[in-house]
């Protein structure tokens, strides 16, 4: 079955995995008066903001706790039950008794949006970076043992726990079509002629997570690259 968004692929062992197609859609996307609307609104809202922060007396600061209040609220999406405190606690090194143990994922994803703005400054958004910014994300935490840094090689599937690949709620691509679905993304990035910014952003945003390239930390290193 194909539509705009892609086409469901029957596999051998019995279930179908979905292959997004390449974006931008086609036909492309109609900026309607409501949608135009919208858009306009949120660039006037980030403009308010770039305006505020250069108010500031010291706008480092700023991005220091954004980053960080970031790194929670993404991290808690996954189940994580750490703090704001708790991580600057951790980040101080200071004794902090009732710090849980998933702090680490907290920090990591702080050192990962940290590391990959750092590298935007000799390396686009990339293939490459993305897989970068996943080995920082993943070291050492939950999922380390699943290839960090590296594209999967098998299938993925997202389910009830427990759940078998034809009991799936969806199946991203097989794991020969990842590599050919990022570069098409990366072109996406780049295109000479995109779309208006925040519309780029949703799309790519939406495409990375149905393509699922790792085995683990998608959603976070999802959520992460919207920062860049």
Not at 79 to 100: H, M, V
Not at 108 to 114: D, G, L, S
Not at 205 to 210: E, G, L, N, S, V
Request: hydrophobic content about 40%; overall charge neutral.
């Amino acid at each position: 079955m194909t539509n705009r968004a892609g086409r469901y692929v029957q596999q051998p062992t019995g279930y179908r995995a979905f292959i997004p197609a390449p974006l931008p859609p086609d036909p492309p996307v109609k900026v309607e008066s409501k949608l135009h609307d919208r858009l306009s609104a949120a660039d006037y809202a980030l403009g308010r903001l770039d305006g505020a922060v250069l108010t500031l007396p010291n706008p480092d600061l700023f991005v220091f706790m954004y980053v960080r209040k970031e790194a929670v609220l993404s991290s808690q999406i996954e189940g994580t039950q750490s703090s704001l405190q708790n991580l600057l606690a951790a980040e101080a090194k200071l004794n902090d008794p009732d710090a849980p143990a998933d702090v680490g994922e907290v920090i990591n994803y702080v050192r990962a949006m940290n590391h990959g703005l750092k590298r935007l400054n000799d390396l686009p958004v990339s293939v490459r970076l993305i897989c970068e910014i996943h080995a920082e994300l993943m070291k050492g935490v939950r999922g380390e043992r699943l290839t960090p840094g590296e594209l999967r090689r098998s299938q993925n599937w997202i389910g009830p726990s427990g759940c078998s690949l034809t009991e799936a709620a969806f199946v991203p691509p097989p794991p020969h079509e990842v590599p050919n679905a990022l570069s098409d993304l990366e072109r996406f990035l780049h295109a000479s002629d995109p779309p208006p910014p925040l519309l780029q952003v949703g799309m790519a945003h939406a495409q990375f997570k149905t393509i699922h390239p790792f085995l683990d930390g998608n959603g976070r290193l999802g959520r992460l690259l919207i920062t860049f």
